[in-house]
Structures are given as C-alpha cells and as structure tokens.
C-alpha cells in the first residue's frame, strides 16, 4: 500500500497531496466535534472546513512548498533555514487569515474579518511553538513530491487547534491546554464516580433501612 501510494504520489503529485491534504485538515474539525460536542455534531461545518481546506490549503500549500524548492534547492542548513524563516512569515500569515476569513465567508457572517482581527495574532504565536519545527524536518527530509503530505498530516494537528479557536478559544496555546485539560476531565469522569468508595453491601443497606425506620419523625 504504501508503495502504491508513493507511486500514484509521483505521478500525480498535485491532486494526491492536494486531496491527502484536504481530508486530513477536514478531518481535524470532525475530530475536534467529536470530543466537544458528539452528541451534536454539525457535518455541514465540517464540510465547510473541508472546502477552505480543498480550494484554499491544499493548493497553497502545494504551490508553495514547489516554489521554495526551486528558490532555494537542496537541504543544505543555510537553506532549509531560509525556507523555515520565509515559511513563518509569509506562508503561515496567509494561511491563517484565509481559514479565518474564509470559514467566515461561508458562515455568512456580516463582518468576515472579525474572527481574523481578534484571533490572528495569538493564533500566529501559537503558531510559531510548533510549525517552524515540522517544517524544519520538512524541508531536511521529506522530498518536495511528497511535502504537502506531510504537511497535512501536521495540519491533523493544527486543524483541530484551529476549529477550537474559531468556535470557543482565542487562539492561544493555554485555552487549547485548558480545553484538553477539562476534556480529560470528561472522559475520565465516569471511572472516578466508579472509585469514589466500596458499594454498600446489602447488609449494610438494610441495618440503615431498620434505622430509618425506627426513628420518630
């Protein structure tokens, strides 16, 4: 399988990382409203997400990645820091305004922009923590055929930050921290009721039934 998809990767490089891409980011909102929200979860947002991610990420992403390899080849350090440093200030801009904006657009919010004035910068910073280091094993050993790839698999990641932020954080890594934190809590829940103390025995329940009983109102 896996050669397979190597193969079908380098003959059709375009739409293999462009549709990897695409369903990987699709697929972190899914993930991010089954552990928020599962009982009502809206596929339709979901498949907004995918169409940011299909017409927009993917495509960017993938012309990008080839137009960097072609300015600076090679993954000499001298190299691979120019393209990591270029990368974060030009690439990661663009991109997190557009899932902002877009998602907005397709929203039918009134005022497109506001989610990208208030989250941008923060969602930037969180940013910085974590994509120069994909990028940096990117650029060093991942081949440009297969770089939006591996890429959108680190996007798995990033996408369910960023849905999380658009629907209730404000793009900083310690409401994200919080939210796993309390979700932790969640899905734990059931096992601490369980181990709060032994069951009473039924003795016990009835020697507590024969004192109720024999007390005066």
Same mark, same amino acid.
């Given at each position: 399988?896996?050669? /397979? ?9 375009? &739409? ?30 979901? $498949?907004?997400?995918?169409?940011? /991610? ?41 991109? %997190? ?9 397709? #929203?039918?919010? #009134? ?11 923060? %969602?930037?910073? %969180? ?21 939006? %790839? ?8 990033? /996408? &369910? ?14 409401? /994200? ?27 016990? &329940? ?7 009983? $024999?007390?005066?109102?």
């Amino acid at each position: 399988m896996r050669k /397979a998809f190597l193969k079908q990767a380098k003959r059709f490089p375009w &739409i293999t990382n462009v549709s990897l891409f695409g369903c990987l980011f699709a697929g972190g909102d899914f993930v991010h409203q089954w552990f928020s929200r599962r009982d009502e979860m809206d596929l339709r947002q979901t $498949g907004k997400v995918a169409v940011v /991610a299909f017409s927009f990420h993917g495509n960017f992403n993938y012309f990008w990645m080839r137009g960097l390899e072609r300015r600076f080849p090679g993954n000499s350090a001298s190299m691979v820091l120019r393209k990591v440093i270029l990368d974060q200030t030009i690439s990661s801009p663009i991109a %997190t305004s557009a899932f902002y904006t877009g998602m907005s657009l397709l #929203d039918g919010k #009134d005022d497109i922009f506001q989610d990208c004035r208030g989250k941008f910068l923060n %969602t930037y910073k %969180t940013g910085l923590m974590y994509w120069p280091f994909v990028q940096l094993l990117n650029f060093t050993l991942v081949p440009v055929y297969l770089r939006t %790839t591996f890429t959108g698999c680190c996007a798995f990641v990033w /996408a &369910i930050f960023l849905c999380f932020s658009r629907q209730s954080g404000d793009g900083t890594a310690t409401a /994200a921290l919080t939210w796993i934190l309390d979700l932790k809590k969640r899905l734990l829940l059931p096992d601490c009721e369980k181990s709060t103390g032994p069951e009473p025995t039924q003795r016990e &329940i009835g020697n507590d039934t024969g004192h109720s009983e $024999g007390k005066k109102p």
